[in-house]
């Protein structure tokens, strides 16, 4: 099941079952009229949604019409959590590198998250809008779950039924602004504005082994202007699955259904494979040429975000976004 | 006008006026189910709850009943955005002074800010649940405000007209996680579980020159186990009033309704007024006898945080929790 919500209708959206081949979606009012209810109450929506979208993928559906992810905000256009982790450890490993840092051996062993702003998330195709080009303004694409209500201890083995959807998406980070904020010692704020997510969540059933022990098993593409920044795989080089990342979270409280879950920047040790960020970029040309060649995103660069499946089909939509002046 | 949420009615609880002097309260569903829909709102209901409020102070109101904040929720049971500064920049400097660190210099001229869990937070009178007493389980008693819409690049001059509430809060703490999760430089995540706010939130008119200029004017009362803990005053050594927090954290976003910021645990000079929390006594201790005397909360502690107007009177009534195992 695909799910999406339309901007209209309110601070929540409009809940909408979209299309498997994501082209064409039905309102589903009469069952919940935003994401955030679906998830409040899961259990007695759920199969109800399914059969919905069951009806869908058989044609037997009334009141549809084109899907367009442009008339999408994020699937949840607002969150009560949203937590992102830094599971590729080698992406981490490479930040260190790039300053002459060594990272702390317990990095292997402990996942490193990150609170992010949540009230104000981004549509998959609207703006990035930022004060100044001087902030150093990037593009990290991620996946991530959304969890149901998940009790204070959970342990990686019993995480995965919590989740119940799974998402990618385009972390903005402005980097110039990094530096200053993490020396204080409280963690990213500034630096981190609104997140953009893509057109639709997915139940990972869907996915069938496209996700599978709390692990994507597809490369994630990332494109600026058209050309490829990196297409890495998901399923390699992640230190901490997102069953492991549950553990984590959990460990002194509990999630409110629709608490969402990164990945941190998907990265992989083969340098072919390309990057998920101009950071990394930047920083692999700096460990070999001294400096960086790679500018950081400028107003009018058009950034996109997508997920195939092994047929060449979006499984989310794409995240396509142009970077823009407020 | 003072507003707060019962638990019943669903995850963002029920709203409800309560009289100035705590003792009686009113539903409002007919104008707002909950404190979110008031805010999200706020423009279409803040009169028609104001003249409901006004109402029942003049006794005209019916359907009363007695208020008790055993039935309370925090007024927003949760949010989409909680930020929590570090505005009592004295607190920090002595932070560093006791474990032998000075603290940098800008410290004094921008902001700490970190964000916090906002899908699960407790009641005033909610239990502290804690998986163990070697956390280093603390209280922080701290001022918040809750905002409107606040549009990015909000100006502290301009900041007033964004605060819609007013709150106490205690912002619980793991002291002993802390040092290990600031090490990995991500912030705070595991050493600050669910934060409960006061029975009631009430609007900056309602405290007359008790908030100005975004510094609440009366001292907050901490009580651990019916001694004092501290008392100082809030107007005393704020490096940082709300509306400089405000341009702080729309520096490169939008705060949507319902962000509630918080002032940072309160902390005078003058040490005869004591803390708002145990760390600071301990560092206090730890700078005088070369370590700390008083220990962390252990199960069964009462923590008890009340702001007072100037005739004794209970602005926001109690927060009062009992640490408990999970």
Redesign the interface.
Known sequence: MKLASLKTG??DGTLIIVSSDLTRAVVVADIASTLQFAL?NWPDVSSGLTGVANAMESGTVENEFPFDPADCAAPLP????W?DG?AYVNHVELVRKARGAKM?E??WR?P?????????FLGPRDDI???SEA?GIDMESETAVITGDVP??TRAADAGGYIQLLMILNDVS?RN?IPGE??????????K??TAFSPVAVTPDELGDGFKNGVFNHPLKTQLNGELVGEPECNVDMTFNFHQLIE??T?????????IIGSGTVSNYDRSRGSSCLAEKRMLETIEHGEPVTPFMAYGDRVRVEMLDGNGNSIFGAIDQTVTK?
């Open positions: 309110g601070r409040d607002r969150s009560f959590h937590v830094s702390p317990s990095f402990e490193l998250v990150y609170q992010g702003g949540s009230d104000d809008v930022v004060a902030f204070m201890g402005l602004l993490l020396a204080k010692g409280f963690g990213f704020y500034q630096s504005p609104s984590h979270v460990r002194t409280r509990r999630l409110g259904a629709g608490t407020s």
